[in-house]
């Protein structure tokens, strides 16, 4: 399982994004393994869409990826707030972090590097673009 941050999300939805070919091309090279990402991390890439009344778009192409969405669990919020207080990551990306730990995915597929750092560091999987 590979769990795929918001950033490369984001910019794969996003044609004018510039990191959209780089979305691209990593989701194509991911597209044997299976795609997840926290429910927070999809809320957070649906933002852009809804303010665009292109949500219906946008949740189609999600639905192409066949994204799982792990659950975090009931013990979330202290895990978050510990993984927050640890890390200095921002929440949404603690949340990836609680994903890709509780899914014991493979890799984390991310365009941002203090969350790249951050997966690093607790060893989990990492797949850069």
Known sequence: MIVVDASVLIAHLD???ALHRRAEDALLEAAEQTLACSPITLAEVLVG?????RLDEARAAIAELELDVI???DDAPVRLATLRAASGQKLPDCCELLAASA????RVLTFDDALAREVHRLGLGLGRS
């Open 15 to 17: 044609e004018r994004d």
């Open 49 to 53: 869409p809804a303010r665009r009344s």
């Open 71 to 73: 659950p975090l669990g």
């Open 103 to 106: 899914a014991a995915a493979a």
